[in-house]
């Protein structure tokens, strides 16, 4: 056994596993625009699916739900760095599509929430829809810009070659 007196060093303590600490959001994600998006998402779909489910108009409570877990799904992919990892699936133009769809989904439900029924959690779910709504929207411009950038990148890249080879097979001597 090994006492304070040996000469012996102690050895140091035993790293934890890597286990479930891969699966956990990395603090630089987690505090970034993206993550901060992802997860304003998340939870404004879950409060709106809580709402649904409490309210009479439980028909409409799939669509948060399905937008609740694709919002998990990409933080996850995102905050774990698969979206680097599965390079055959264009991340950006997803998340756009995601976005997108659920913007105007939560619009169409919530001003039918709103207007149709009359109970307090149907309207609840149509406000906090029109403020994921807008957080969406939101994220679909931001990732827009990003897409809008790199296509803009791309396009200046191939310009002068264009040029330059047009010029050479034009005989305007």
């Not at 007196?5 to 970034?32: T, Y």
């Not at 939101?138 to 396009?155: C, E, H, R």
């Amino acid at each position: 056994m090994w006492s304070p007196g040996d000469s012996e060093q102690s050895p140091p303590p035993a790293a934890p596993p890597p286990g479930l600490r891969s699966l956990l959001a990395s603090r630089d994600f987690v505090c970034s625009r993206k993550g901060r998006l992802l997860l304003g998402e998340s939870g404004l779909s879950f409060i709106i699916f809580i709402c649904y489910i409490a309210s009479n108009a439980a028909a409409f409570m799939t669509a948060p739900l399905l937008a609740f877990l694709l919002a998990l799904c990409y933080f996850f992919a995102y905050s774990t760095k698969l979206n680097e990892k599965f390079r055959g699936i264009y991340w950006p133009l997803m998340d756009f599509l995601r976005c997108v769809t659920a913007a105007i989904i939560y619009f169409a439900i919530s001003i039918t929430a709103v207007s149709k029924y009359t109970d307090g959690a149907s309207k609840a779910a149509g406000v906090f829809g029109f403020v994921a709504t807008i957080v969406y929207a939101l994220d679909f411009y931001i990732i827009f810009n990003d897409l809008a950038k790199f296509l803009k990148q791309g396009d200046a890249n191939n310009d002068p070659e264009v040029h330059k080879s047009e010029d050479e097979d034009s005989d305007s001597d």
